[in-house]
Each structure stands twice: as C-alpha cells, then as structure tokens.
C-alpha cells in the first residue's frame, strides 16, 4: 500500500507552476504524459480525434509544415549546426511525439526537438483554426469603407485628412499595412505569451504621418469626431503612445488659446503660435517600452486598436434562398420546401463579428527616426525573430555547445 500511496501524491510541480503562473505550453519544460495512449486522449480532448483518417491527415500535415518552419526560418539561417533527429522527420505518428515530450520518454535530444516541433505545431493549430480570417476579405473592405472620403490628394501628390479643404490637416504620408504573410504572422504567435492567433491585433490597420505634432492632434480629434473609430470599441490593453506628452501638450496649447481668448493673438497669430510650440515640449523625454519587451528601441508612436462590427448577409442562407426558389419554381412537392425552412430557420441570416484595426500615428520628423537604427522595421523584425527561435529551440542552442548528455531535470 505504501508505494501506491506514494506515487498518488507524486505531483507534476513543473507544470503546476507554470500552469498557475500564467506561462504558455511554449514556454513549459515537458508534458506530462505517461503513454501514447495518453498521448492519443490529450490529442482527442485537444479537438483532433485520431481515429479520423482525416483528421490524421491534417495533423500529419500541420506536422510537417512546423518542420519544414524551423528548419527554413530556425536553422537553416543560423551559423550553428542544428539537425532534426531522424526519428522525428522520418515519424508517421504524431502520438509518439508528443509522447516524446515528456521529458523521461526518450533521451534528451529527441525530447528538445519533440518539444520544439509540438510549441510550433500547437501554434500553427490556432492559426488555422480562427474562423474569423476565414471573412478577412469582407472585414478588410469594411474596415477601409471606414475611411473613404476622408483622404485627399490634391493634383500636386500631397495628402491631407478631412473632407472640408478650409480645415485639411497635411500628411506627409499615409499607409494602409499589408496584410502579414503566413511565416510572419508565426512568428509573431510564437514570441507572444499568449500564441493564439486571436492575438494579432495588427491584421488590418492604417498609418498616419502628419507634417507636425500639433498636426497630430488635429489628425487624432478628427478621426474621434469623424466617427472613423468609435472610443468605446477602442482595446484598451492595446493603447501604446510612446510619443506625445499629453499633459504638457495641453498645457502648450491652453496657454496659447488663452491669450487668443484675451486678445494678444488674431486668427493668424493663433495658427502660427501653435505651429512654433518646441516640438521636444510635447514628446516624452524617453520612449517607454516596458509594454513590450519586443517593441524597437526608440520607436515613438500613438497606436491603439479598435473594433469594427463586420456584418454581411450568411453566404450559406443566400443559397439556401436561392434553393428554395429553384424549387418552388419547379414545383417541387410543398413538404420538401417545409423540410427547407426548418432547416433555414436554424440559419443565422447575417453574420456578425467584431474585427480589430489598429491606427498608428506620428509625426514626420518621429516617422523619420523610426526608419533608422534601433527604431527601425528590420531591427525590429530580427529582434522579433531571434525571440521566437530562442523560445522555441531553448535548450538545444544552449546543447549544441556541449552535446545531449547532461542530466535531465527533475
């Protein structure tokens, strides 16, 4: 009785800690799985039912996709001289390796590389199965309807913001961002905590660049009234400005419109006195990063992240009328045409989803910095990259050095 006993109360703390502590299965050390029979239940509880020679199939091609990702994105670039062991490239059962991640199931190079080939498998997992890019199309043109008539550019190529040309705001430039391919957008999921594809905020989103500061503000409080984003749908875990000081910049300003109101200032004078305020009086002294551990050094910008309601007539309701209508003009017997309208009565008739946007704003000369050095979209991209492969390999580029024969951890 003594041993049973014994083994009941032998807890996988590990993974207590992690799980309770708000860490990621990409960030775990092991699974904890006894068998491949156990390895099968947790595929099943998972969402996969191995039984379904479809979806072994998918699997098998997901499988195959996160090995050909590491080694085109995490090996093949690198100086160290990484291998895939043969077992895990040569395997036609995903059980075994998932199995294999239990740290004592093999030895200790099939379990990395067990462990690192499942992180990457579990995230592509949730980047294909988030039904709402299955609509990105309709959301994308939705979310850009949002802003049409709202830019202008005159005959000389120069952009403004605003339908009113007495009250056009000048842009030195503005971008609608491409959508992410599908090696970036893993990338991104795997140096995320949080590596569901629910989490890319940034799939459909706009940057404005306006010629100055004060130009900036105008830009935001048009935007605001222009009902082209609504403050309620605003994230607001996803509100970043590394940019304007806002208390100093309203204290710039208020003191300007006061001596307007007082008379020291006509029309003119206003206008010139707010586009001579000291640019460096309405930055922050020191961008703030501690958001984003991955964000580029030295990056100002105003970015947040709003919610669009997507909604369009259901594509499968559409052909279900048209169905009906086909057959009534057919004459098909009345009880199969009331067959069909139970069955579209359990049929939304509109889809509706809320989809994220995010808007970027900067000035020129911040738009400028941010192209170069430290602040740029390469060195961002590499810094992004090199966390995702760490957080991915761990271990194996530490054992590279020494080779797969220290101890495992208990």
Known sequence: MRPMISTRFKFPWTLFRDALGGKSVVDTRYMNLKSVADAEDTIKYYGYDWNSQSDRVLLADYFQKALQFIQSTFIDPYPEELKIPREILETQDLRHVLYWTHARSKNRELHLWACAAMKVVHTILHLENDFLFDYFPEARKQVFQRFHGHVYIDENNRIYLGKDRDSFIPLYFFEVKREKD????????????????TRIFDHIGVRIVTESVVDLLLAF?????SKIFIFANITPSRSRNSLLNIH???????????????????????????????????????????????????YRSIQFTC???VRFPNPTYLQLMDLRQHMFVERVPVHTIEELDVIMAAIKREIRFFFPFEIQLMDRESFIQNQEGFGSHAEYKKSQLKAARKRVLGKIL?????GYESSLET
């Open 182 to 197: 599908w090696s970036s957008k893993l990338i991104k999921l795997l140096h995320k905590p949080e590596n569901t594809a």
């Open 221 to 225: 409080n048009y935007l605001l009234n």
């Open 307 to 309: 919610r669009h309601l």
């Open 398 to 402: 530490d054992q590279s050095r020494y």
């Open 248 to 298: 100093a910049a309203q204290k710039s300003v208020n003191q300007i419109l006061r001596k307007y109101k007082n008379g020291v200032y006509d029309q003119e004078g206003l206008l010139q006195a707010l586009d001579e305020i000291p640019r460096d009086d309405l930055l922050f002294k020191h961008t703030r990063s501690k958001d984003n551990p991955f964000s580029r050094q030295g």
